[in-house]
């Protein structure tokens, strides 16, 4: 009965921290990106592109979206490879730019598609 109680509290604490990991895993995937997310890469000369035309038509004023940088974010890139996994995208087929839709469940690959998307958008 001495060492049943020990062992039955070190169960316990156990699935606590289980389920407590599980949850917390579970906030950081891609499901969090709900909206519209822009992965980019610094020095990137389509994603540079893309950066200019959401500047120059003051795209941040009339669309909430994140930006996340992939070349140097290893967060970042993890979930860019956790949302191209939901399109059916193979890891080795990733790229930047690449927009995230999260309302319509989509992506959008390339400088000159996701410049579309914004137009259509705003119907520019």
Partial sequence: ??????????????????????FLKGKNSSQDLKGIVLFYGTGC???????????ENKIKEKIA????????NRDNAKKLIEVAKKCGIKENEIGVPFLWDGENQRCIV???PII???KEKLNL
């Fill in 1 to 22: 009965m001495r060492r049943i109680i020990p062992f039955l509290i070190f169960l316990g604490i156990f699935i606590v921290l289980g389920i407590g990991f599980y």
């Fill in 116 to 118: 579309n998307f914004f």
């Fill in 110 to 112: 390339g400088d000159e």
């Fill in 65 to 72: 979206f994140e930006e996340k940088e992939v070349y140097f």
């Fill in 45 to 55: 000369p389509h994603c540079a592109k893309v950066e200019e035309f959401i500047r």
